[in-house]
């Protein structure tokens, strides 16, 4: 059937007030904001937790003997693990940026999750 734009708009507004009478809330774009942020916090934590490991991984190859004292086997699980630490970057640092429209807070949570990798080196090098 064909509506007039008065009659097509009127079926939503009524749902809404039906919404709104029924207890449903409206999200707020400060309550998506708040989400967003919690899903870049809820990243940037298993990014740390996941790069732990990595960090590890990269120095107990490179400490390993072998024909090339295990240098070579090193260098490449590190370029191999620092190209796919790109998008784990990003997956941390946009919904960051969307929830505080702060370049810096999203890079620091960046860098902070990012810096557990190196703090694995030291940690088993100790």
């Known amino acids: 059937p064909v509506h007039s734009s008065k009659e097509s708009k009127s079926p939503r507004i009524d749902n809404m007030h039906r919404l709104d009478s029924l207890g449903v809330k409206r999200e707020t774009k ?5 989400r967003v942020m919690v899903s870049g916090l ?6 740390a937790l996941h790069n732990f490991p990595e960090g590890m991984a990269v120095f107990l190859a490179s400490q390993r003997g072998g024909v090339d004292g295990g240098q070579g086997r090193g260098l490449n699980l590190a370029v191999a693990i620092a190209l796919h630490n790109i998008p784990e970057g990003v997956a941390v640092a946009l919904p960051v940026y969307f929830a505080t429209r702060s370049r810096w807070q999203a890079l620091k949570l960046t860098l902070i999750s990012g ?3 190196p703090l694995a080196v030291v940690v088993v090098g100790i």
């Open 30 to 34: 400060a309550s998506k904001r708040q």
């Open 115 to 117: 810096l557990f990798e």
């Open 42 to 47: 809820v990243t940037a934590v298993g990014m």
